[in-house]
């Protein structure tokens, strides 16, 4: 599948051409025709849904025919393996009816590209926004990885910062004029050789965790936490506090401004690239804990980055799964032999539901 | 075919650690069609009581209302007449005839009307012969899917021990249904229920011998009116769960409970009978594990299912949640029919305490009785209990036993007690 359009809104396969979805009329305007590189929210399975408590059969009631648990949709958990070093899972959390995060990962050419965006909770159609400007980013971030330098990609990450604030306007439509229309927030990291470039609007974090050395945090949080750090409130403090979790930057209709922060890192030596929304990180804020928690997951299950994904995800469950939790994962092996060297992207890079 | 339709009333809200699901399903049948239309047809047993103690107005109205019956069983149904005392008798087709059940037509109408006049009172009452026989009788017409019998008496079975009585109930328990009816104040409820619960049917007292032949042609209508011959509930539960109680609540309170059979490891199912068009409501309560905050599952699926096809399905569930304001409101279904239920069984342990001589147990039962009664808004009930018990304050159930009640209050209040009334919606 080279070029294939999906609606955003309910995942139908769009007509070549077509401006809007024949089943339910959102607008496609938000995928450029050009190539995607990877698959993201896998084809619904033409076979009985597994349920993912138990691994009995799901019931056309929607509830497993053994243990009772609801199947879960492909929007509220989907895992994504573009290449054996890239992966990552986007779960609903426990305590959140919908899932407003989303993400989108690919590898294009020697780049590994992760979109995480986390929808503005409770806002009607955040969902389809998230998942709409990471897709989009992620697109404009993988055309443009051909091209790119060292020195190009931040340039490039406002374009698709850019880009992905359009997808939203184009996907939501009409309900942009609403007081509170639909947002979301954006980070993005991209891992070319060494070196990892990460953009960001909000509170959805990249970091650098070695396997060796100092792990520290890439992005800097536009939050109200933040700003009440730098007047000198401990961190914990003000992330606990009831304010903390206000974003100060955002994509979407009523956003102020959509250029990214952007910061840069060089590997000194192999480690793990990590992009995730707060639903993971409020249960371990510190570049520490963080690299602890990763260090300890790969010991338990191994170095596939979607296993080790779906590890941290039902983590942040165990915790409570408050919030909706997304991991993304790119793998630099050594910082002179990178993601792209040493492992063949497979031939159908189908991401494996979880 | 009968359409089913199911309706699912719950708090599906549970706190942290709650286990115990609870949900009030009612299922409604919708062109059930009657008993002509239903597949098999239908066969029709009318047992009365002939024992000595029938003698005089009591047996005169029953054959008056037995010949009721059978002006209203419709041509084509498979019919015939029991008389029941030590022993039992076929009255119609006559004892010589070569078939023990025939096909109703105006010929066999008139005959078996004549065969009832000759109907005589002598001898004892062993109720287990009654229901043997006619067990015997429906087994000649296993094609019919439909049988049904009304059984009549006055007196209790005295002519044998009361084991003997419960072990023919169950040896014919899933052949037939039958509605069993007491005439007068000589008969023991306790007997009755047994026969009717075990049967599927209902238990009712006729004060006055002249009311029997309307209640048999309601009887005999009311079965005549039931297309569906028999659907049975089914109640799915996870794994690992179990299934506290399964109960019909209306129109009256029934345990279906240790009536399961099996269907697979984790359904059961539960025998209903023949349904018409109605609407009945059953109490399933679902003990499952624990899970975290936020979690949902799954706690029961409850179908209908006839012939072994699933007609309809309804679905409870379970979701923890930390917001009590969710989580502590009680689904008024729910309240309301456990309140019926306890009723039922207050109203009949005072009684048995009461006829036993423990006045202090049956004034506090019958107490209760009154305060749920009142609680959940059954007039009915109460105005039944007015007769057995003065009451002093309703709301905190305070009430003195009357002396010199009359039996047949006493019997009325407990039949009765079963009959639920609705949540008004």
Same mark, same amino acid.
């Given at each position: 599948m080279d070029h294939v359009v999906t609606c955003a809104a309910c995942g139908t396969i769009a007509e070549d051409g077509s401006k809007f979805c024949e089943h339910c009329g959102t607008p496609l305007g938000a995928v450029d025709p050009a190539p995607v590189v990877a698959e993201a929210v896998p084809e619904q399975p033409a076979t009985a849904p597994v349920c993912r408590a138990c691994g009995g059969t799901i019931a056309d009631d929607g509830y497993c025919e053994s243990c009772g648990e609801p199947a879960v949709s492909e929007r509220d958990h989907w895992s994504e393996l573009p290449s054996a070093l890239v992966g990552g899972v986007c779960d609903r959390g426990r305590r959140k009816s919908r899932n407003e995060d989303a993400m989108a990962l690919a590898l294009g050419g020697p780049t590994a590209v992760l979109v995480v965006c986390d929808g503005v909770s409770n806002v009607p159609d955040s969902d389809v926004a998230s998942l709409t400007s990471a897709r989009a980013a992620r697109d404009v971030l993988v055309t443009g990885a051909a091209g790119s330098t060292v020195g190009t990609w931040s340039a490039l990450l406002v374009t698709a910062a850019a880009a992905a604030d359009q997808a939203i306007a184009d996907a939501v439509g009409d309900t942009s004029d609403r007081a509170e229309p639909p947002s979301c927030t954006f980070v993005a990291a991209v891992v070319d050789g060494p070196t990892v470039v990460a953009g960001w609007l909000g509170d959805s974090r990249v970091y650098w965790l070695p396997d060796e050395g100092a792990a520290h945090q890439v992005s800097v949080d536009d939050s109200a936490a933040n700003e009440m750090i730098a007047r000198g409130v401990p961190r914990a403090?003000?992330?606990?506090?009831?304010?903390?979790?206000?974003?100060?930057r955002w994509l979407g209709p009523d956003a102020e401004t959509v250029v990214p922060s952007t910061g840069t890192t060089r590997a000194q030596g192999p480690g793990w690239v990590l992009a995730c929304s707060d639903g993971l990180w409020n249960y371990c804020s510190e570049a520490t804990d963080v690299a602890d928690l990763l260090h300890r997951t790969i010991a338990q299950v191994g170095t596939s980055p979607d296993v080790i994904a779906a590890e941290l995800v039902r983590w942040a469950n165990e915790q409570g799964g408050h919030d909706n939790i997304t991991a993304a994962?790119?793998?630099?092996?050594?910082?002179?032999?990178?993601?792209?060297?040493?492992e063949a992207v497979p031939a159908d890079p189908a991401p494996t539901a979880a | 075919m009968a359409d089913f339709r199911t309706e699912v009333f719950q708090n599906e809200f549970l706190s942290d650690g709650a286990t115990d699901v609870h949900a009030i399903v009612t299922v409604t049948s919708s062109g059930a069609g009657t008993a002509a239309t239903s597949s098999g047809g239908i066969a029709e047993l009318v047992i009365i009581d002939t024992s000595g103690s029938m003698s005089g107005p009591n047996m005169d109205a029953a054959k008056y209302a037995a010949q009721v019956a059978v002006d209203q069983i419709a041509d084509g149904t498979w019919f015939a007449v029991i008389g029941g005392s030590h022993v039992a008798n076929r009255a119609f087709p006559y004892p010589n005839a070569p078939v023990a059940i025939v096909q109703m037509e105006p010929g066999a109408r008139e005959e078996a009307k004549r065969a009832i006049s000759y109907m005589r009172?002598?001898?004892?009452?062993?109720?287990?012969?009654?229901?043997?026989? /006619?067990?015997?009788i429906?087994?000649?017409?296993?094609?019919? /899917?439909?049988?049904?019998?009304?059984?009549?008496?006055?007196?209790?079975n005295e002519s044998e021990p009361r084991g003997e009585l419960s072990s023919a109930i169950s040896a014919v328990t899933g052949h037939f249904q039958c509605d069993a009816r007491g005439v007068g104040s000589s008969w023991e409820v306790a007997e009755l229920r047994e026969i009717a619960t075990a049967l599927l049917g209902t238990v009712d007292l006729i004060r006055n011998p002249a009311d029997i032949a309307a209640d048999f042609k309601a009887l005999v209508n009311e079965s005549m009116s039931k297309g569906v011959a028999d659907a049975e509930l089914r109640v799915w539960a996870p794994q690992g769960a179990q299934v506290l109680f399964v109960r019909r609540v209306a129109p009256t309170v029934e345990d279906l409970t240790a009536r399961r059979t099996e269907v697979n490891a984790l359904t059961g199912a539960y025998p209903t009978g023949a349904w018409g068009d109605e609407s009945r409501d059953y109490h399933v309560a679902v003990r499952v594990a624990s899970k975290p905050v936020g979690s949902e599952q799954l706690a029961a699926r409850v179908q209908i299912a006839v012939g072994g096809d699933v007609l309809a399905s309804g679905l409870v569930k379970a979701r923890w949640s930390d917001d009590s304001s969710l989580t502590a409101r009680i689904n008024?279904?729910?309240?309301?029919?456990?309140?019926q239920a306890e009723l039922a069984s207050v109203i009949q342990e005072g009684l048995a305490a009461k006829a036993s001589g423990d006045e202090a147990t049956a004034t506090v039962k019958l107490g209760r009785a009154v305060q749920l009664a009142a609680e959940t808004g059954n007039e009915e009930a109460t105005s039944r209990l007015r007769r057995v018990v003065e009451i002093d304050d309703e709301e905190q159930g305070t009430v003195r036993l009357k002396r010199n009640t009359d039996k047949l209050d006493e019997m009325a209040l407990d039949t009765a007690s079963t009959k639920t009334t609705r949540v008004r919606r």
């Open positions: 403090k003000a992330e606990a506090s009831r304010e903390g979790h206000a974003i100060t994962l790119a793998r630099i092996a050594t910082p002179v032999d990178t993601v792209h060297t040493d | 009172p002598s001898g004892g009452t062993a109720m287990s012969t009654w229901l043997r026989l /006619a067990d015997a429906f087994a000649e017409v296993p094609q019919v /899917a439909q049988k049904h019998a009304i059984l009549l008496t006055d007196g209790r008024p279904e729910v309240a309301h029919y456990t309140g």
